[in-house]
């Protein structure tokens, strides 16, 4: 445990998000106190229900004058800063606003961290920052995103480099893969399936080859908790996964399976990215030596049954009946 970071505050920036709340809860379990900044663009205020105790700021990080004042009545000991644009579509349309949001975010966020003498930070990075390759990802590898939302990233990890040291932070990258896990806010393959398996028995998808390095978001907030509590993740960065890669097919294969149901997968050509490399997943052997970290079970959609993979038995519920008038009722319910 590092000295110091023992029942901390911690701010979470994006703490309502897909991986936020899932991290959030598992701080206050472990006794942290967290304040969250999240401006709600996609994070659900409804999770704050399962987060006895954390104060919430509706705030852009974007907005250096609003951090000002989050950081001035907060008194944090640490941030993880998670909010960001980057769902990859979005980004490729939207590169000005990725750009306010991940980069000038984040500057605002070092800047706060300084002027508040916060001395310690974990980074959200992604593996859209290295040079697409076969081979599994290593952290010193060549950094050469093919899209925005990665060159944005990247410029991130190198102002938390240079800066941090200046400004008396210390920090840790994490770059994560592909994230899932229960209350996926953003659309990525994953969540898509299952929203489309609600309603059809076709499953729409780009490109059905792709291989991912898919990993779950507990097993993410698992990795931020021991970076805080590690001296040596102090000025470090990570790549946090499975270091196995599935293709979009075989996540299909086990969405089928979890739900019992023979689904029809689909390739949309409008679905397809224009640049997406055939391979994404890392080499986790240094996150695994240096922080004894190492990813929960095996992926299957099957898990989720036994609520391991984190579709709620009300989701697979929903899959499973389809548009029965149960699965209606369901969905009514939910929505
Ligand atoms: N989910 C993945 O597969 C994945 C993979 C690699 C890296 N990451 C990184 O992990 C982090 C968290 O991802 P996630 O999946 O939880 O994303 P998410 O979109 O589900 O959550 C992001 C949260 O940030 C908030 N937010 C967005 N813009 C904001 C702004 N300007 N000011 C304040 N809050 C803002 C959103 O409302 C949301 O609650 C991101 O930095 C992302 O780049 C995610």
Known sequence: MEQGMEKCRVLVTGGLGSIG????????????EVVIV????VGRKEFLENLPGVKLYECDVADNRGLEKVFGESDVGAVVHLAAKHYIPYCEEHPKETV??????????????RQHAVP???????SSVYKPGERPYQEDDSLEPVNVYG????VCEEAVKRFSPQYGVAYTILRFM???GPDDLVHHVIPEMVKQARSSDVIKVGNTESKRDFIKSEDIADAIVRCLENDVARNNVYNVGTGKALSVKEVFDALCKAANRKLVLEVDETRKRKVDPPVLHADISKIMREL???PGKEFSLEDSQKQDFGLHE???CRIRHGSSRRHSAVQQEIS
């Open 314 to 316: 009300n989701l697979i």
């Open 151 to 154: 060159a944005t990233k990247l």
């Open 292 to 294: 004894g970290w190492q």
């Open 120 to 126: 310690r930070l974990v980074f959200a990075s992604t």
């Open 21 to 32: 709340h899932i991290l959030c809860a598992r701080l206050i379990r472990e006794g942290y």
């Open 178 to 180: 592909n994230v899932y």
């Open 100 to 113: 306010r949001v991940n980069v000038v975010g984040t500057l605002n966020v070092l800047e706060a961290m």
């Open 38 to 41: 999240d401006d709600l663009s």
